[in-house]
Structures are given as C-alpha cells and as structure tokens.
C-alpha cells in the first residue's frame, strides 16, 4: 500500500468508525456487530502504525488514551464557565421569572426546560474542527485539563463541521446500570465505592491513566455552545440542533412561555425520573433568546438567564435494628444494616449495605441509631446521614468480626485494604458466592441457574467446586427439585455454554483485581491457558495496563494448587476455549455458512467459536459467502456452495 492509498484509507476509515460510534453511543442504532467494528477499528491501527505521519488528533485510535499524567495542570476557559442559581419551588420559579422580565423590559419571555444532570460540568474546545483541549469547571476562569481522558469517552465526537474556534459545553454522567456494575467490582476487589454516579463520574474522569477512564463508561451531553465567530444561531432552541448536528449527545428540550406548562413539564419529569438511565435532579429553564443571555449576563457566579429547579430530595428516616455481615466470593466480609422498613421512591428499603469499616467510621452509625436513607442513582439505598442529635446512648458501636461468620475461620485485614476478608478458601460462602458468579452474564452466562437451585445443589454434595457446574445433568437437577422440563433445558444451556472465549474464561475464574478489561489483555498476551497458568511477575508487569499489585494478585491465584486443579477439571468437564488468533486474519471478517452435522460442535457452539474469530455466520449460502463449513449429511447449502463456486472446507480443515 503506498502512502497515498494508505491516506485514502485512513479517511475512509475514520469516517466510518465514527459514524458508528455515533450510531451506537449517540443514537442507540448499532448497524454492525462489535467483531466488525473491531475489524475496521484493527485496519485502521495497522494503517497508522505503518504510516505515524498518518496519526491525526482526530483518529479514532486516539480516544485509548495515552500515558499515566502525573497531575492535571490548569488551563484557561475559552469563555467564563458560570453555576446556576436554584429555585425550590413554583413561587421562587415565579419571581426567577418576574426578575428576568424587569431585567429584560419584556412582558413574556420564551423558555427552554432541560432534565437537569446530576454529573460533572465540563467546557470541550475545539480548533479547526478538531477537539483540542476539555476542562472541568474549577473556578470558572480556570478548570483542569482532562483532555486525554475526555478523548476515550465514546459519544464525544473528535471532530466538528465547523472550523473556526468554539466552545461546547455539557455534563459528563455515568449511566445507573454502569455505576452498579462500578461500585460491584469496587467492592470485590475490596476498594472504596462511590456514593452515587455524581462522584463516580467525577472520580472517573479525574483517573490519572486515561484508560482507566475509558473503562468506566462515562457519557456527555452537551448543552451550551459558544464561539467568538457566527454560529447561525439566534436562540438556545437552535443551539441544541446545532449540537445535534455536530453529532452530540443532546437533552431532549421542552419549549413554553407558559408558567403553568413549564410546572407540568417539571412535575412530569419528577414522576419519570427514575425512568431516565441516568441520574436527573431537576430541570434546567432557560431564556430562549440569545440576546438576552448577552444582556441579562450575570450576579456573582449565577447566570441571570437561566436557573435550576430542583427536585425534593426523595429520602426516609429510619432506625439502625442490627448489623449482619456476609462473606463474598473472594472472602470480603461486608458489614449490612437490618434497617425498620421504610419507603423511598416506590420502594421499601429494609436492608443497605454500609460497604466496609472505613464508611462506618467515617458515618459514625451505630446500632440503634436514627438514619437518613436515599437511593444513589435511583437504584441503590444507602445510608446518607447518621441523626446523631436523637441518640439516647443506648447506641452500639460496630465492630468488625474477629471470626468469619459462616466458617468461623479468621478474618484479616491485608495491609493496603479496607476490607476484612475471612481466610478459608473452602468457606461454604465464599463457594456459593464464586457459584453465583461463574455462571452469571458476562462469563458463562447459563440460563436457568438461579441461587436457590446452587445452594440447594450445594448442599446436597453436587458442586463443591466451579468445575462441578460442568458436570451436572438432568438427573441430578431433578433429584434436587427442579422440574423435569426446566433440568433438560438448563443440561442444555450448560452444554452450550462449555465453548467460552478465552478472556470470558478468565474473568470468570475471579481472579482478585481482574476484571474485564484485565482479563483481555491477558487474554491478547498469554495464550493459551497453560502459558497464563505459569506466568511469571516479571512477565506481567511488562504488560501496559497491569499494575504490580494486579500482577502479584493473578501469580497467587495460579500458584494455589486447587485453582490450578479446578481449571483442569473444567476442561476435562469438557470446557472448550476459544482463542482468538492473534495477527491471523485469513478467518477474521469471513462470512461463513455452516451445514450438515459437525462431530465435534454442536450447531450453537461453532457460531460462537466463529464468532468470537472475527466471522460473519449467516443462515443462507450466497456470492458472498466466503466459505462453506461441512458437516456430515449437508443439506441443499452444499449444493447452492457447489453452483457458486464458494469455497469449501471440511471439520478436519477448520480444526
């Protein structure tokens, strides 16, 4: 390829990845599959790494992120980045706008309602058409530069249709089903959680490495552009479209000069609130006209034009009745308040967990006290304030156990860590917990496998170990009281779960500090299985994006024997791991058929292994097909392969 067509192909390429960057993260509307994004994502890495003349700012291959910052430096705003004054009510709404009429010698003024976002605000400049540097709102004048790890946020776009110098202003959120998955590796891997998405977002976009910061899912919205050159834009209404335009994720916006309307706008979203994927803590009401923003301009640091109104805050008091403390899969011992039933947002709440005994320390709650409780991102209660004025001195204080609560093994607190573990591999919780996780979404993912049936199928002897999920069969789900068509159709789904991709295999063996991101690039580095089985530290360490004390973590795991011997007793169950062929892209991107009956795959475990190759596997033989995989007794496929002169290739081959 010369340097010209390489060019060519580099801009092809970027076009396309960001349309369907735009496609997924923006619009929802994913059109290919992530095998086939990862082939054009792989194309262009290769283009770029053969021509670095190439490399732009605008690359999609820059949102990865680069080295580990040794601090964030400050930069200057484009434009003064200004709060929002907050209004409680419909009468302190009603003189908001009283004061923007006098102000504005108007006797109606046109309004824009946004959903408030409960996120971290954040100013995106961009030169030329390319996004330059981003900051967050520090003083207003000044905020800190978090442009590399604004970069690897999926649905901010590298570049803009405008060439001239501009501002875009939004919100940085994580999404609640995101910040759940967050604080549950969090507390896995025995690390402080956060106290809802705000401070998650915040925490994750102020990571010193950037690929930390991709990991974490993070979305902007924008909703404010400002620029010292003509936009075509004369009303906050047209400010949005052009936003969306430039392909950002925008509010969906709310139009009225009506009082009333804007109250039922306000008490729709209230209703709805739990509705929204993200945290939303009010609207936003702006003054539509732009003029107006120029001319009312601002007090202190508010905005004249524009205000919040908030939602109540949605809490419950309730009283501290006992502290019980469960064990998790890698010993953790979490302590968890028994609390008096009490209803929040639709819910009623009996049980928060208080995560470790640094939290309880720092709340100073205690058996027997009165607590404020909310639900962080709509979704997780949690203990917001301890009422300390309404102690009687009756009060317990919690201690942490010296004894682990299932096994009565010791509990240690490791050097470094907030969380007290219990020691005993073998502790029955501990088993039940790594159970519950091998076979969930993620890793192997078997339908059917609920927790009843695991503890049940525990206590009859039927799984001490992960491997034993492997062996079950209908008989022995059945003798633990399961039905008989249900103990068929999950000996089915364990059978086609068997065949795994190799960093899915990984992850699920719950290796302490690995989760999914770690688990792929041992996946990429050590291949296969027995290679990572005998890694060495030194090995490890040399692997951008594994820390030393990751490293020390997974040399521990693999040099216990019985995880040694559990892995090969998944095997021997009849696992099947797929690996991913590194550098080997005569398969990947092929669309393949598949006919007849194949000796060694069942029909759902081939598409899988195909699949995670990179393959397109389709039902139908066509022009298009690149080969045809042949089992026996083929069907009409064979011959419609034959006609076409489509490649054919037998199991022996494929294998």
């Known amino acids: 390829m010369t340097l010209e067509e390489a060019r060519k192909r580099a801009k092809e390429l ?245 009082l009333e309307e804007i109250r039922r706008y306000y008490e729709q979203v209230e209703k709805s609130r739990s509705d929204f994927p993200f945290d939303v803590d009010g609207i936003v009401v702006k003054v539509n006209d732009l003029k107006l923003h120029k001319a009312l301009g601002s007090v202190g640091k508010d905005l004249r034009w524009a205000v919040a109104w908030k939602f109540k805050p949605e809490q419950g008091v309730s009283k501290v009745r006992n502290v ?45 006290d009165r607590v404020i409780v909310e639900r ?42 907030v969380a007290y573990r219990c020691v005993n591999n073998s502790c029955p919780a501990q088993v039940i917990e790594k159970l519950r996780y091998v076979v969930s979404k993620g890793r192997f993912d078997i339908q059917g496998i609920g927790d009843e049936i695991i503890e049940k199928l525990f206590e009859m002897g039927y799984l001490k170990d992960i491997a034993d999920i492997f062996t079950l069969n209908a008989k022995k789900l059945f003798l633990a009281g399961v039905g008989e068509k249900n103990s068929l159709k999950i000996e089915k789904a364990i059978d086609n779960a068997k065949t795994i991709e190799y960093d899915r295999f990984i992850t699920s063996l719950g290796i302490r500090y690995v989760g999914e991101q770690t688990a792929k690039l041992l996946a990429q580095k050590f291949q296969p299985i027995d290679r990572l089985m005998g890694v060495k530290y030194e090995e490890l360490v040399e692997v951008e994006g594994i820390g030393e004390v990751v490293a020390k973590s997974i040399v521990s795991f693999f040099a216990n024997e019985s995880n040694v011997r559990t892995i090969r007793k998944m095997i021997d169950a009849g696992v099947r791991i797929v690996y991913q062929q590194i550098g080997f892209t005569s398969i990947s991107g092929k669309t393949v058929v598949v006919t007849g009956t194949l000796k060694n795959f069942s029909r759902d475990e081939i598409k899988r292994i195909l699949t995670a190759l990179g393959c397109k596997v389709t039902e139908a033989v066509s022009s298009k097909t690149d080969f045809l995989l042949l089992g026996e007794n083929p069907g009409s496929k ?9 490649r054919i290739i037998s199991e022996e081959e494929f294998l």
């Not at 930390?212 to 949005?240: C, K, P, W």
């Not at 403390?325 to 979490?334: A, E, H, K, L, S």
């Not at 064979?638 to 489509?646: D, I, T």
């Open 14 to 258: 970027r076009e396309l990845i960001e349309y369907h960057n735009y496609r997924y993260y923006v619009l929802n509307q994913p059109e290919i599959s992530d095998s086939e994004y990862d082939k054009l994502f792989g194309e262009l890495v290769e283009i770029e790494a053969k021509f670095p003349e190439l490399v732009t700012k605008d690359s999609p291959t820059q949102r990865v992120g680069g080295t580990v910052a040794k601090e964030f430096k400050e930069v200057p705003h484009l434009f003064q980045m200004y709060s929002l004054g907050n209004v409680k009510d419909f009468g302190e709404f009603e003189e908001f706008v009283r004061r923007v009429k006098k102000l504005s010698s108007r006797d109606e003024i046109e309004f824009v309602c946004e959903c408030k976002f409960d996120g971290l605000a954040v100013e995106i400049v961009y030169r030329d058409g390319v996004l330059d540097v981003a900051s967050t709102r520090g003083d207003g004048t000044f905020g800190e530069d978090v442009t590399p790890n604004v970069r690897t946020i999926r649905n901010v776009p590298l570049s803009i249709p405008f060439d001239k110098e501009v501002a875009v202003y939004g919100e940085v959120i994580m999404f609640k089903e995101d910040f759940v998955r967050l604080n549950e590796e969090k507390e896995r891997m025995g690390e402080p959680v956060f106290a809802n998405p705000r401070n998650a977002s915040a925490g994750s976009l102020r990571q010193l490495d950037p690929k930390v910061t991709r990991s974490r899912r993070l979305h902007f919205y924008a909703y404010y552009v400002m620029s010292n050159f003509d936009l075509g834009t004369r009303t906050q209404l047209e400010n949005i479209k052009l936003l969306e335009s430039w392909k950002f994720s925008v509010p969906e916006v709310f139009f009225s000069s009506n």
């Open 324 to 368: 019980v403390f469960q064990v998790g899969r890698t010993g953790v011992i979490t302590p968890v308040a028994e609390l008096e039933p009490v209803r929040i947002k639709g819910a009623t709440i009996s049980r928060v967990s208080l995560h470790n005994f640094d939290e309880i320390e720092r709340l100073d709650v205690r058996v027997g």
């Open 376 to 417: 962080a991102g709509d979704v997780i209660p949690y203990v917001a304030k301890v009422i300390k004025e309404e102690r009687t001195g009756d009060e317990r204080k919690i201690l942490p156990p010296s004894r682990c609560p299932e096994c009565g093994s010791e509990v240690v607190r490791f050097e470094g860590e």
């Open 638 to 646: 064979y011959n419609k392969a034959l006609e076409l002169g489509v």
